[in-house]
């Protein structure tokens, strides 16, 4: 008999698996959008979506570092890829204004994500939540993607992408940076991750081994 191609997305995530399938679907669907340039960050062609990448597969390596969590390590990339979507939302809707975040972050000495609860009443974690409850993304999610400057005790993958976006800003692949808390750094490490995972060295080769190629 004949032998048929593949014709559908059921029969390629059925010879593939969704661990290939799902990140090259979710690289056509945004990846465009995570190209643009976006001004009133000061982000430049492709710089978010390098930033996205790098956070999304330092979240997936993580995975490997923590005990038994409630969610896939391709749950844990997706979450790392999409965590920063609400900027693409929020730089639609300052498209009128001249002011760039990022100059009035470095000016003012405040976050960014106060300068956009100041200027719009929210600021792009909660808005890319919204966003993500639209394409009816499950809530815990959600609410991870929205708490990832200020990650939740009772949300793991919160923690993980707090890491995993420190991690991305620490090798320059950040623009509008927002130099994060210590503090709230090494709480999101006791919170998800083993002593295996807490000594420089295996920070420092987690950093190198995985994103050389993306500098």
Request: glycine share 8%; charged share 20%.
């Amino acid at each position: 008999s004949q032998r048929g191609g593949v014709t559908s997305l059921k029969q390629a995530i059925q010879l593939l698996g969704t661990s290939i399938i799902m990140p090259m679907i979710l690289e056509l669907t945004v990846g465009g959008s995570l190209n643009m340039e976006l001004k009133h960050y000061g982000i430049p062609t492709s710089g978010l979506r390098k930033h996205s990448l790098c956070a999304g597969i330092t979240a997936k390596e993580l995975t490997k570092y923590c005990g038994i969590l409630p969610f896939t390590p391709d749950t844990a990339f997706t979450a790392g890829l999409l965590h920063d979507i609400g900027k693409i939302a929020l730089n639609e809707v300052l498209s009128g204004s001249e002011s760039c975040l990022t100059d009035k972050n470095e000016s003012l000495g405040k976050s960014i994500t106060e300068l956009e609860r100041e200027l719009i009443g929210a600021d792009h974690a909660e808005v890319g939540a919204l966003v993500l409850e639209e394409w009816k993304f499950p809530i815990f999610f959600c609410e991870a993607v929205g708490q990832h400057h200020l990650p939740t005790i009772s949300n793991q993958l919160s923690h993980l992408i707090h890491i995993a976006n420190w991690c991305a800003h620490s090798i320059d692949l950040a623009f509008g940076y927002q130099s994060p808390s210590d503090d709230l750094y090494m709480e999101s490490i006791s919170a998800v991750l083993t002593s295996q995972f807490k000594s420089y060295k295996n920070r420092s080769n987690l950093l190198r081994s995985n994103w050389h190629w993306l500098k």
